[in-house]
């Protein structure tokens, strides 16, 4: 993943940023925490403006979160609801689990997506229940753009400060991103394993 993303960015420049950043949200399993730093990198060795770069990685994440939310809003509520009501040992929520998440979030939905841009494995994610609460698509750009410039910011920023050394970024960052990942998916087996039947 190193080598791809390294050789990538050095041929296809600003582009190159957006597209991976792009992907990065609608395929999380490549990351940000590799993407950004070898962009900064680029930007303190000459051959990229750190504007443009810092343009080009939010335009992206952006862009990649966007399908997310839109898919959501489309599909809707109520047909998540039916859904989860008929496979709910495997979504391990209910029709009444989502509509107090989505209360939850019209209270808290903006600085959810303002601060869930910033956290590794739920920034793609945070797309979904701002989409199914309608939340306004100028509220979700807004707030999903700050959010992402700051977590774009941040990282070009490290990869900048650190040049030759950029890549001790991934490698700090990446281990946090898979440790999430890894206690949300060590939570869900709980949640399948413990499930039991709603009454009726």
């Known amino acids: 993943m190193f080598e791809f993303i390294t050789s990538f960015l050095e041929k296809s420049g600003y582009i190159g940023v957006f597209l ?10 490549i990351p940000s925490e590799l993407i950004m730093p070898f962009a900064g990198f680029v930007v303190a060795r000459g051959d990229l403006n750190l504007v443009g770069v810092l343009a080009a990685g939010t335009a992206g994440s952006i862009s990649g979160a966007l399908p997310w939310y839109w898919g959501a809003r489309k599909y809707g509520k109520e047909r998540l609801k039916a859904f989860a009501d008929r496979h709910a040992r495997w979504m391990t929520v209910g029709s009444a689990d989502i509509d107090q998440a989505i209360a939850a979030f019209d209270r808290h939905g903006r600085s959810v997506v303002l601060f869930g841009r910033l956290i590794p494995a739920i920034r793609t994610l945070i797309s979904v229940p701002a989409g ?11 707030y999903s753009t700050i959010g992402s410039l700051a977590w774009t910011g941040v990282l070009t920023g490290a990869g900048f400060l650190l040049e030759s050394n950029y890549e001790q970024v991934g490698r700090y960052v990446d281990p946090v991103s898979k440790g999430i990942f890894g206690i949300l ?4 087996i709980y949640r399948v394993v413990t499930h039991r039947p709603a009454k009726a």
């Open 185 to 188: 998916l060590a939570w869900y």
């Open 132 to 142: 199914l609460a309608c939340m306004s698509w100028g509220q979700f750009l807004l």
């Open 20 to 29: 991976l950043m792009a992907l990065e949200n609608i395929f999380p399993p």
